[in-house]
């Protein structure tokens, strides 16, 4: 999540919105968040239902749920995913902000045909 920090303001001039599940209770979570003092929006998720519903891997030997990142466009669909083996195989920032520059091209040019 400090990747994530390190960037917030790229990600926000992107039109992008960061949202991090993760498997703690509400209070665990929210102070967590606040100790931290994280910019982007958290969601506890202690039942794991948002965490099954998108696939996240469960390693009983490597500590349990292995990190995961999507990226979802406007439309709700999913235009990138990366299944991690370890906290350090997380893509890079500037990949993922490359993606979204693409994805923005792409809504802009189906914008303008639109209007065309």
């Known amino acids: 999540m400090a990747q994530l920090r390190q960037d917030y303001d790229k990600f926000i001039g992107?039109?992008?919105?960061?949202?991090?599940?993760?498997?703690?209770?509400?209070?665990?979570?929210?102070?967590?968040?606040?100790?931290n003092q994280l910019p982007f929006?958290?969601?506890?998720?202690p039942r794991h239902r948002v965490a099954d519903l998108y696939g996240q891997q469960v390693k009983f030997l490597?500590?349990?749920?292995?990190?995961?990142?999507?990226?979802i466009d406007k439309l709700?669909?999913?235009?990138f995913k990366h299944?991690?083996?370890?906290?350090r195989d997380i893509?890079?920032?500037?990949?993922?902000l490359r993606l979204l520059d693409i994805l923005?091209?792409?809504?802009?040019?189906?914008?303008s045909s639109v209007y065309a």
């Open 83 to 87: 299944y991690a083996e370890s906290m």
């Open 14 to 35: 992107k039109d992008a919105v960061i949202l991090v599940v993760g498997p703690e209770k509400k209070a665990a979570f929210q102070e967590y968040w606040s100790n």
């Open 91 to 96: 893509p890079p920032n500037q990949a993922i």
């Open 62 to 71: 490597r500590a349990g749920r292995m990190p995961a990142m999507m990226v």
């Open 76 to 79: 709700g669909k999913i235009r």
């Open 41 to 45: 929006i958290g969601l506890p998720d």
């Open 104 to 111: 923005n091209e792409e809504l802009l040019d189906v914008s």
